[in-house]
Each structure stands twice: as structure tokens, then as C-alpha cells.
């Protein structure tokens, strides 16, 4: 009996943005979400509760309120990009596509600006815009971020193909750990842990 190789192929992993802002939070986020399958339960966390009020405020946004403050053609909202050569997935608010030819990730957040730019968030614009890149084949060196708590200030990040690099070096880091399953070592930063789902499992 011959038997079908394709049944023998394990399913391709893909991982999601978020996955990736976890890891660089503390690489042991994805040994226990992958290799131990055990889920966060986020819902119960503070800031991603708070964060997920940015829906509704989206939506008292002015239509135009974008293309007054950035030279954009048109726009989609609520995009799906998935990257089959990186192996990564995500939901981006919007992606723009600007009067020079390029395209952009816009992303909303619940949040203030206290003239310091976090650098999740810009982790966060550069996978999106990697992967707007791949998937319209549009160049992609700059993205945006709209913080709705100071009166939708709007910040423009640059996208460097080193940016880029970077990133697909941490995607491929996440890869080896699902992959072999091996426990990685913690964040060195202990006050990260004080607000770790998994604090009470973590050796």
C-alpha cells in the first residue's frame, strides 16, 4: 500500500503580531502558549481590556480626518494580511495608500502621547508594513499611529529595510522555539513579571 505523503505533513505554522510583541515582552510567552498550550486568558488583563475600546472610538473619527493629516489616496480598513514566506498573521486598522506611490499601516491606540514613541508599537507598525509590502507589492517606509486619549494625534514612523531584518530575525527565533519546543531563557527585566499570566507557573 502506498501511502500519501501528504498526510504526513504537519500543518504550516503561522504566528500572529501579537505573538511576536509577546516574545519581545519575554520569550517564554511562546513556549507556554505553543509547546504547553496553555492560553493567557487576556480578557482578565488590565490594559488589553482598556484597549479594545478603541473600536467603538474609531468610530466617532471624521471620515477625512486622516487625508487632512497625511497626503492619502485611499484607504481599506480592517485588513487581513497574512505573510506566506514569514509566516505571520494579523488584522492591521488600516492601510493607506499615499499620494508618492507607497502604502502605509495605520494603526489606532487607546493611548496618550507623552512625547515618547514605545517600542512595541513601532515592532508592532513594522511587521504590519512587512507585510503590506509582501502582500499588495507596493513599497512600503513609513506607517502611522493615531493616539485617540491626545485628541488623535497622529505619528509618523519610519520603515527601514533593517527594520525589517530585524523583525524576520525575531519571527524565525519564535519559529525555533515552537518548532523544538525548547525552553527558552526569561525576560531580564523582573518587572515585567509582576504582570505575567504565568508568573505562577514560571521557574
Do not use: W
Not at 500572529?16 to 519581545?24: A, F, L, R, W
Not at 509566516?87 to 492591521?92: D, F, L, M, N, Q
Not at 486619549?149 to 522555539?177: A, G
Amino acid at each position: 500500500m502506498k501511502m500519501d505523503l501528504k498526510l504526513l505533513e504537519k500543518p504550516e505554522i503561522t504566528i500572529t503580531v501579537s505573538d511576536v510583541i509577546e516574545y519581545m515582552f519575554c520569550p517564554r510567552f511562546i513556549y507556554f502558549m505553543y509547546s504547553l498550550a496553555i492560553p493567557q486568558h487576556e480578557e482578565q488583563r488590565f490594559k488589553v481590556i482598556k484597549g479594545r475600546k478603541i473600536h467603538s472610538l474609531r468610530t466617532q473619527l471624521d471620515k477625512d480626518y486622516i487625508r487632512k493629516k497625511i497626503d492619502v489616496n485611499r484607504k481599506e480598513v480592517d485588513v487581513y494580511l497574512s505573510s506566506k514566506k514569514h509566516h505571520i498573521r494579523g488584522i492591521i486598522d488600516e492601510v493607506l495608500f499615499l499620494a508618492d506611490g507607497t502604502a502605509a499601516p495605520l494603526d489606532y491606540k487607546y493611548a496618550k502621547f507623552n512625547n515618547k514613541l514605545f517600542q512595541t508599537y513601532k515592532n508592532q507598525i513594522i511587521l504590519y508594513g512587512m507585510m503590506i509590502q509582501e502582500v499588495y507589492n507596493i513599497k512600503v517606509t513609513r506607517g502611522f499611529i493615531c493616539y485617540t486619549r491626545s485628541n488623535n494625534l497622529i505619528k509618523e514612523i519610519t520603515i527601514t529595510q533593517k527594520d525589517m531584518d530585524i523583525s524576520i530575525n525575531k519571527i524565525n527565533e519564535i519559529l525555533d522555539i515552537i518548532q523544538k519546543g525548547y525552553f527558552p531563557k526569561k525576560t531580564k527585566y523582573i518587572k515585567k513579571c509582576i504582570d505575567c499570566c504565568y508568573r505562577n507557573i514560571c521557574v
